[in-house]
């Protein structure tokens, strides 16, 4: 590997040294804000006054947008082939119609800024946006992190969806944590549902039980039913209460997931549920066959 | 085709102003059949009176394009110029012996009631009865003849219904009669207990140096085809369909027939994706070598077609009897929910045709939604019924699992997503992964479990008529469910005589980077090869980045054109009759 391009992969793995950010890292900020980027990059590609140095001296910033601008400067310096190549790649659709790239630019381990680029700047379909994200995941040490950034400023909830989702086997966990409570939180009750079952997925979900009990208020049913499943995967204790109280909930899929869990919170308690007997006659199958297995267990 | 046929007829007898030759035959002042001789005769592809036995005389939808000049022959034949190559139509023969001995100033006629303008009757290459040029013709006087008389019937759409009368006149006054039904075919998909003509497969070569160029390429699953199938195995060239794989998804094949003739039916699916061409280069066309007896038609509209409307969501049973009822082709399903279904165009018509009735299974709770994900039938002539009802299994998965070494490397597994990989590196990450344990439990008890029992219903099964695929899912964000483990129920039968053979997916649950460790280890394949019927060879095929990876398995990437069984007009009539 070239000096450049180790210098390149460092940088997308947050590898580099300890570093100065000065105002360069401002610099890189105002580029990446601006409505003007392509130029404004260009410019500082093409900057002889600004070093590979000091654009390798980003590596650790705290700021991931800033540490982002920097790779993504001196990729297209040292190696542009790679950076159009990701920029021009064509997706394949799977068999959902969702966009995957599987080609050997996207496969390289320095491509991580360049595809977070084009997710970023390059106007695309949400579709594809959507594919690119997915191409994010797991490619880097900071992508969590970056998808904790992206998530804020993110516009449309199907892309939130895939960003909260993508935190079931994020290894920071802390990023992962932090980005399923904003999930939780989130305007959109599809991103909020996902934020439940993701949550649901971690080993160390139950850091989240205080915000998924608040969830089981929600009033949508499906961050309702999702956040009810959650707790019960996750075995908190504390949710047998409110999900007793949510046995009476007018949506099935509620009364479903609460049923559920209770079962397996306790299945000795389940049993004693003054709500069984209303149960094992619900208007729904899917509970009545819950209630018969409580019954029967 | 809803309407039914006694009254179809009588309403046509009243509008024709013959009630005497009302097929039901209810008529106390019917003039009687005068010796009892039939004076039509359908051939020998019939029974004795099936003439006048619903459906009486087979007939074809004349859709195809015989002398290959882009109409359908229907059209050409509109004008009463009949196709040279037309070879679509059904023949009754009025028998020169109904003129024998025949009275002074008696003749007979031939008058056709029903849905006449959805047939056309030829005589010695002249149309006389049924539709010609926006006209009907309703009656034609027969010249008189020393030798037989042979009828021509084309039909114009499928189970269009008319029957046709033959009287003997004396002067306005009909004094003998016959008639017979006639019938146009319905629309036949094929199921997996017919013969396999034709195979094919989008192939994927591997290209290039890198990794990921040699791993996206199916070429064990083309290479294994070929070599079992030989020339029965086509594969498509990927590049130029866009390395559109699902063939499954794109095109589904019936069939249409009568004694005589055949046509096959591809229903080009509205998805419209790489491989919307495809039926016209690879199929319909006279360059495809399977044309020009192949009709591709499509129902409904592209601008609102979804994932539910792609063909590994519209599968056919084996023969069943459900409730004393004979379904000798099989009953359809197709997957969706109140929410989410096929385009109703399709399955409205699919309905209609009422010889395959459908149902429909929950898919709503999959990424993609189609019914092949979890269900599939295979033969097995040791059964009553003749085939095992396949569908997704997740304890069995998890007891074979359990089984294992937890320490056990699963290569295939381990790799992240954008690796072709689930992030499992091995048994124990599967197994002791609770949130994936919760998730497929809940999958067995909400989904499988009545989906189950749903066919058990549907297709009047029982227990042991059912074979239970060790399946697992993974839930995708903003998605669905789509199978961990490659899906094995997605397969592919073919049968060639009595050789009958699968291809399902090889589910790589072994350390399949060891070059010691082959499919003979590996401890799913051993549960499956021991569950399938005996007389099935498996052939487990790696389809892991091309499809697996991509939300399909083998079925999603394979189509193939069937040999219709059994005759639709001998065991079918009772499907197609009454309201």
Same mark, same amino acid.
């Given at each position: 590997m070239t000096n450049s391009r180790w210098i390149l992969v460092a940088l997308s793995l947050s590898l580099a040294p300890p570093a100065f950010a000065g105002d360069l890292a401002g610099r890189l900020l105002a580029v990446d804000a601006s409505t003007d980027y392509l130029a404004l990059r260009d410019d500082l590609v093409l900057d002889a006054d600004l070093s590979d140095d000091a654009l390798a001296?980003?590596?650790?910033?705290?700021?991931w947008r800033v540490r982002q601008q920097a790779a993504v400067a001196l990729g297209w310096r040292h190696d542009p082939a790679l950076f159009a190549a990701v920029m021009q790649a064509e997706p394949i659709r799977d068999r959902a119609q969702r966009l995957r790239w599987y080609d050997d630019a996207f496969a390289d381990p320095a491509a991580f800024p360049a595809i977070l680029e084009r997710f970023m700047h390059?106007?695309?379909?949400l579709q594809v946006r959507e594919g690119l994200f997915a191409a994010l995941v797991e490619r880097s040490d900071s992508w969590a992190e970056v998808a904790r950034g992206l998530f804020a400023q993110e516009e449309e909830p199907s892309l939130r969806v895939v960003m909260v989702g993508s935190m079931r086997k994020a290894q920071d966990a802390a990023t992962a944590l932090d980005l399923l409570r904003l999930g939780l939180l989130d305007a959109d009750p599809t991103v909020r549902a996902e934020a439940a079952v993701s949550s649901g997925w971690r080993a160390d979900g139950a850091l989240l039980a205080p915000e998924l009990l608040s969830a089981l208020?929600?009033?949508?049913?499906q961050p309702r039913a999702m956040a009810a499943r959650a707790l019960g995967w996750l075995a908190v204790p504390e949710a047998t209460e409110p999900l007793s109280a949510l046995l009476i909930d007018a949506a099935p899929d509620v009364r479903l997931h609460a049923l559920r869990s209770l079962r397996r919170l306790d299945v000795k308690q389940a049993k004693a549920l003054t709500a069984l007997p209303r149960l094992l006659q619900d208007p729904d199958p899917r509970v009545v066959k819950q209630a018969q297995k409580i019954v029967a267990e | 085709m809803t309407r039914s046929i006694t009254a179809l007829a009588a309403a046509a007898a009243l509008l024709a102003g013959c009630p005497s030759t009302d097929p039901e035959g209810g008529d106390p002042n019917a003039p009687p059949n005068v010796d009892g001789k039939p004076l039509i005769s359908l051939g020998d592809a019939y029974g004795e009176d099936a003439a006048k036995t619903f459906p009486g005389l087979a007939t074809l939808p004349n859709l195809d394009d015989d002398n290959s000049n882009g109409t359908p022959d229907w059209l050409d034949n509109e004008a009463g110029d009949?196709? #040279?190559?037309?070879?679509?139509l059904a023949t009754f023969v009025v028998p020169a012996s109904v003129w024998t001995d025949l009275a002074d100033g008696r003749s007979y006629r031939l008058n056709m009631h029903g849905e006449v303008r959805n047939f056309r009757i030829w005589h010695d290459g002249e149309i006389v009865l049924g539709a010609v040029d926006g006209d009907d013709l309703e009656t034609w006087t027969l010249p008189t003849s020393t030798e037989d008389l042979s009828f021509q019937v084309e039909a114009r759409s499928m189970l269009s219904q008319a029957w046709v009368a033959l009287e003997q006149m004396e002067g306005d006054e009909s004094v003998d009669n016959d008639w017979t039904f006639l019938t146009a075919s319905p629309l036949i998909l094929n199921h997996h207990l017919q013969q396999t003509e034709m195979v094919w497969v989008v192939d994927i070569p591997a290209s290039g140096s890198s990794w990921i160029s040699r791993f996206y390429n199916n070429e064990h699953m083309i290479d294994t085809y070929a070599d079992v199938l030989g020339d029965q195995f086509t594969p498509v060239p990927g590049n130029q369909y866009q390395g559109d794989v699902w063939i499954q998804d794109e095109i589904q094949i019936g069939w249409m027939n009568s004694p005589d003739a055949r046509t096959d039916l591809v229903i080009d699916s509205i998805r419209d994706r790489g491989l919307d061409d495809f039926p016209e280069d690879g199929i319909v066309g006279s360059n495809s070598g399977i044309g020009p007896d192949v009709v591709n038609e499509t129902w409904g509209n592209p601008q609102q077609a979804n994932s539910l409307d792609s063909f590994g969501n519209l599968e056919i049973s084996p023969p069943v009897t459900v409730d004393g009822v004979e379904y000798p082709f099989g009953r359809i399903y197709f997957g969706g929910d109140s929410n989410r279904y096929p385009t109703r165009d399709l399955t409205d018509f699919l309905a209609e045709q009422r010889i395959q009735k459908p149902f429909m299974p929950n898919t709503a709770w999959l990424c993609v939604g189609h019914i092949d994900e979890v269900t599939s039938t295979v033969p097995d002539p040791s059964s009553d019924i003749g085939f095992k009802f396949v569908i997704g299994d997740i304890p069995s998965a998890y007891k074979i699992l359990e089984a294992q070494d937890e320490a056990m490397d699963l290569p295939r597994y381990a790799r992240g997503s954008n690796e072709? &990989?689930? &992030?499992? #590196?091995?048994v124990g990450a599967i197994v002791n992964n609770n949130a994936l344990r919760m998730e497929n439990e809940e999958i067995q008890e909400d989904i499988l479990d009545p989906m189950a029992e749903q066919f058990m219903e549907e297709l009047n099964l029982t227990e042991d008529d059912i074979l239970r695929m060790p399946s697992l899912f993974e839930s995708l964000p903003g998605c669905g469910n789509a199978a961990l483990i490659p899906g094995m129920v997605n397969l592919i039968v073919t049968n060639r005589g009595e050789q009958t053979d699968v291809f399902l997916a090889d589910p790589f649950t072994r350390d399949s980077d060891d070059p010691t460790v082959g499919q003979d280890e590996d401890p799913v394949i051993a549960h499956v090869i021991d569950m399938m019927p005996n007389t099935l060879d498996l052939h487990f095929v790696?389809?892991? #980045?091309?499809y697996h990876m991509q939300l399909g398995e083998v079925h999603c990437g394979t189509n193939m054109m069937r040999t219709p069984e059994a005759d639709w007009w001998s065991v079918a009539g009772h499907l197609l009759e009454g309201e």
């Amino acid at each position: 590997m070239t000096n450049s391009r180790w210098i390149l992969v460092a940088l997308s793995l947050s590898l580099a040294p300890p570093a100065f950010a000065g105002d360069l890292a401002g610099r890189l900020l105002a580029v990446d804000a601006s409505t003007d980027y392509l130029a404004l990059r260009d410019d500082l590609v093409l900057d002889a006054d600004l070093s590979d140095d000091a654009l390798a001296d980003m590596a650790n910033h705290p700021d991931w947008r800033v540490r982002q601008q920097a790779a993504v400067a001196l990729g297209w310096r040292h190696d542009p082939a790679l950076f159009a190549a990701v920029m021009q790649a064509e997706p394949i659709r799977d068999r959902a119609q969702r966009l995957r790239w599987y080609d050997d630019a996207f496969a390289d381990p320095a491509a991580f800024p360049a595809i977070l680029e084009r997710f970023m700047h390059r106007g695309e379909p949400l579709q594809v946006r959507e594919g690119l994200f997915a191409a994010l995941v797991e490619r880097s040490d900071s992508w969590a992190e970056v998808a904790r950034g992206l998530f804020a400023q993110e516009e449309e909830p199907s892309l939130r969806v895939v960003m909260v989702g993508s935190m079931r086997k994020a290894q920071d966990a802390a990023t992962a944590l932090d980005l399923l409570r904003l999930g939780l939180l989130d305007a959109d009750p599809t991103v909020r549902a996902e934020a439940a079952v993701s949550s649901g997925w971690r080993a160390d979900g139950a850091l989240l039980a205080p915000e998924l009990l608040s969830a089981l208020a929600d009033d949508q049913v499906q961050p309702r039913a999702m956040a009810a499943r959650a707790l019960g995967w996750l075995a908190v204790p504390e949710a047998t209460e409110p999900l007793s109280a949510l046995l009476i909930d007018a949506a099935p899929d509620v009364r479903l997931h609460a049923l559920r869990s209770l079962r397996r919170l306790d299945v000795k308690q389940a049993k004693a549920l003054t709500a069984l007997p209303r149960l094992l006659q619900d208007p729904d199958p899917r509970v009545v066959k819950q209630a018969q297995k409580i019954v029967a267990e | 085709m809803t309407r039914s046929i006694t009254a179809l007829a009588a309403a046509a007898a009243l509008l024709a102003g013959c009630p005497s030759t009302d097929p039901e035959g209810g008529d106390p002042n019917a003039p009687p059949n005068v010796d009892g001789k039939p004076l039509i005769s359908l051939g020998d592809a019939y029974g004795e009176d099936a003439a006048k036995t619903f459906p009486g005389l087979a007939t074809l939808p004349n859709l195809d394009d015989d002398n290959s000049n882009g109409t359908p022959d229907w059209l050409d034949n509109e004008a009463g110029d009949l196709v #040279a190559e037309d070879n679509d139509l059904a023949t009754f023969v009025v028998p020169a012996s109904v003129w024998t001995d025949l009275a002074d100033g008696r003749s007979y006629r031939l008058n056709m009631h029903g849905e006449v303008r959805n047939f056309r009757i030829w005589h010695d290459g002249e149309i006389v009865l049924g539709a010609v040029d926006g006209d009907d013709l309703e009656t034609w006087t027969l010249p008189t003849s020393t030798e037989d008389l042979s009828f021509q019937v084309e039909a114009r759409s499928m189970l269009s219904q008319a029957w046709v009368a033959l009287e003997q006149m004396e002067g306005d006054e009909s004094v003998d009669n016959d008639w017979t039904f006639l019938t146009a075919s319905p629309l036949i998909l094929n199921h997996h207990l017919q013969q396999t003509e034709m195979v094919w497969v989008v192939d994927i070569p591997a290209s290039g140096s890198s990794w990921i160029s040699r791993f996206y390429n199916n070429e064990h699953m083309i290479d294994t085809y070929a070599d079992v199938l030989g020339d029965q195995f086509t594969p498509v060239p990927g590049n130029q369909y866009q390395g559109d794989v699902w063939i499954q998804d794109e095109i589904q094949i019936g069939w249409m027939n009568s004694p005589d003739a055949r046509t096959d039916l591809v229903i080009d699916s509205i998805r419209d994706r790489g491989l919307d061409d495809f039926p016209e280069d690879g199929i319909v066309g006279s360059n495809s070598g399977i044309g020009p007896d192949v009709v591709n038609e499509t129902w409904g509209n592209p601008q609102q077609a979804n994932s539910l409307d792609s063909f590994g969501n519209l599968e056919i049973s084996p023969p069943v009897t459900v409730d004393g009822v004979e379904y000798p082709f099989g009953r359809i399903y197709f997957g969706g929910d109140s929410n989410r279904y096929p385009t109703r165009d399709l399955t409205d018509f699919l309905a209609e045709q009422r010889i395959q009735k459908p149902f429909m299974p929950n898919t709503a709770w999959l990424c993609v939604g189609h019914i092949d994900e979890v269900t599939s039938t295979v033969p097995d002539p040791s059964s009553d019924i003749g085939f095992k009802f396949v569908i997704g299994d997740i304890p069995s998965a998890y007891k074979i699992l359990e089984a294992q070494d937890e320490a056990m490397d699963l290569p295939r597994y381990a790799r992240g997503s954008n690796e072709f &990989g689930h &992030g499992m #590196a091995t048994v124990g990450a599967i197994v002791n992964n609770n949130a994936l344990r919760m998730e497929n439990e809940e999958i067995q008890e909400d989904i499988l479990d009545p989906m189950a029992e749903q066919f058990m219903e549907e297709l009047n099964l029982t227990e042991d008529d059912i074979l239970r695929m060790p399946s697992l899912f993974e839930s995708l964000p903003g998605c669905g469910n789509a199978a961990l483990i490659p899906g094995m129920v997605n397969l592919i039968v073919t049968n060639r005589g009595e050789q009958t053979d699968v291809f399902l997916a090889d589910p790589f649950t072994r350390d399949s980077d060891d070059p010691t460790v082959g499919q003979d280890e590996d401890p799913v394949i051993a549960h499956v090869i021991d569950m399938m019927p005996n007389t099935l060879d498996l052939h487990f095929v790696d389809n892991w #980045a091309v499809y697996h990876m991509q939300l399909g398995e083998v079925h999603c990437g394979t189509n193939m054109m069937r040999t219709p069984e059994a005759d639709w007009w001998s065991v079918a009539g009772h499907l197609l009759e009454g309201e």
